[in-house]
């Protein structure tokens, strides 16, 4: 399997739901990152996990709140999240951080109401 | 502070004519430059990196440090070819897995 998979594809939720956002991967990659990419922008980076631990946090609000269970999975908890909030998460993997290239999953397509 | 520019939102060519898109980088160290391709409706994927040397799908790009550009080049255009492309930079640190965009640029290649 070489390739990142990400569930949901699409997700509308309101201000006061809790959702999560789904990643995996089966490469034996050890780096896992979330990006957020809004219509027409380039992809903005949120947090790299290097082997399950948080590496990266790109001053991201407490509202996202991610998890890596295992060297396989990603996740993004979402809790109380704005309409500005809206956009393409992108879930990326790569062999480790330094200097290998980044698989990128198709991304969730997330909707604030 | 590191940046990419990419300084044209659209470029629009005929099949078969050449084509370049631009980037430019700030960074202060030895760099680390990337392009991207998204083509419609499919995952971001890796085109080339300046380490590899290589030309993929016709492509080429140079690292030139005394421009500070990454220009990505192709001399005959084909329409498969559109898509957006985004050159990105590999972090303060090298080894942060951090990779910073540029806006991208939307290739437009008509027959």
């Known amino acids: 399997d070489t390739e990142v998979t990400q569930t949901p594809k699409h997700l509308v939720m309101g201000m006061t739901n809790k959702k999560s956002l789904k990643c995996e991967q089966h490469?034996?990659?050890?780096?896992m990152y979330w990006y957020k990419q809004k219509a027409k922008k380039p992809p903005e980076l949120m947090f790299v996990?290097?082997?399950?631990?948080?590496?990266i946090n790109e001053s991201v609000p407490s509202r996202f709140s991610p998890e890596c269970p295992n060297s396989s999975l990603l996740n993004l908890h979402l809790h109380a999240l704005q309409p500005e909030d809206s956009a393409l998460y992108l879930c990326?993997?790569?062999?480790?951080?330094?200097?290998?290239?980044?698989?990128f999953g198709p991304g969730t397509r997330l909707t604030v109401l | 502070a590191q940046r990419v520019t990419q300084p044209e939102k659209l470029l629009s060519v005929f099949k078969g004519a050449p084509v370049e898109l631009k980037c430019n980088y700030s960074?202060?160290?030895?760099?680390?430059l990337f392009w991207y391709v998204q083509y419609s409706r499919q995952r971001l994927q890796l085109l080339l990196r300046?380490?590899s040397r290589e030309s993929i799908k016709g492509f080429t790009a140079d690292l030139n440090k005394g421009e500070t550009s990454f220009h990505l080049k192709k001399p005959f255009a084909q329409e498969e070819d559109s898509a957006m492309y985004y050159c990105a930079l590999r972090g303060p640190g090298g080894n942060t897995g951090k990779l910073i965009f540029g806006q991208g640029t939307t290739l437009q290649v008509k027959p």
């Open positions: 490469m034996g990659h050890r780096a």
């Open positions: 996990y290097s082997y399950e631990k948080l590496s």
């Open positions: 960074y202060s160290g030895s760099p680390e």
């Open positions: 990326a993997s790569s062999q480790d951080r330094a200097g290998h290239e980044q698989f």
């Open positions: 300046h380490i």
